[in-house]
């Protein structure tokens, strides 16, 4: 059971350029999500999802977009990186958004550096 | 609005003694309170939950953390802390209105041998 798995772990990027950062979990989850880890900030949501087909934004949606089209897969896409963006990304998911007593599972994040 | 504090960035103890992790909390309605455990280079893992019941929840590696409503805290707690448990430590919160949980910036405990 791999869990939540996200790819790369590493990558860096120049302003302007654009990226996709993946998740993937096997574990049937409905509720998915992205935070950024930034020192001193703790973990602030960028974007979620309840189910396939549904995403909403969370506190910092700007510069990322999002797609659920499968129940496994939640894409993070930045479309025009900027040395704000730096920061480690981690997927979570989580089996029910109507069980608010279940703890998210997250993946081991991703590293993105914006020159 | 949900909203959760971690009031020391840095938690120091010597291995042996008990320690703990402060966290307060703000919602309108019931909270849901967790922890949970990051090590270097890794993501989070979940440690306990508090949904209802009693007071004193315990979770994994020894760990326990206690409810206060009056004072809105769930500060976690160890009777004897492992130099192993270095790492940074996160208090969560969801108020049964939101979908979403809502993260601290996070303690460092550092266990000296």
């Known amino acids: 059971n791999a869990g939540v798995t996200q790819t790369p772990k590493f990558q860096v990027l120049k302003t302007g350029q654009s990226m996709t950062l993946q998740c993937a979990q096997d574990?049937?989850?409905?509720?998915m999500s992205w935070y950024r880890q930034d020192p001193g900030m703790g973990l602030r949501l960028i974007h979620y999802?309840?189910?396939?087909?549904?995403?909403d934004q969370g506190e910092v949606p700007n510069g990322y977009n999002v797609s659920r089209s499968t129940t496994e897969d939640f894409p993070l896409r930045l479309l025009s990186a900027a040395p704000s963006q730096t920061s480690v990304y981690f997927c979570?998911?989580?089996?029910?958004?109507?069980?608010?007593?279940?703890?998210?599972?997250f993946g081991n994040g991703t590293r993105l550096t914006v020159t | 609005a949900q909203s959760v504090a971690q009031p020391e960035d840095q938690v120091n103890v010597a291995e042996g003694n008990p320690l703990t992790v402060k966290c307060t909390y703000s919602v309108s309605g019931n909270p849901y309170l967790f922890w949970y455990v990051q090590y270097p280079n890794r993501g989070l893992q979940f440690l306990l939950k508090?949904?209802?019941?009693?007071?004193l929840v315990k979770g994994s590696y020894g760990f326990e953390a206690e409810f206060n409503k009056s004072q809105t805290s769930f500060h976690l707690k160890k009777p004897s802390a492992l130099v192993s448990d270095s790492a940074l430590y996160f208090c969560a919160v969801r108020d049964k209105g939101y979908s979403t949980l809502t993260f601290g910036k996070g303690t460092m405990l550092l266990v000296s041998p």
């Open positions: 979570a998911s989580s089996p029910d958004t109507r069980s608010y007593n279940s703890p998210l599972h």
């Open positions: 508090y949904i209802t019941g009693d007071n």
């Open positions: 999802s309840v189910g396939a087909g549904i995403t």
């Open positions: 574990m049937n989850h409905e509720y």
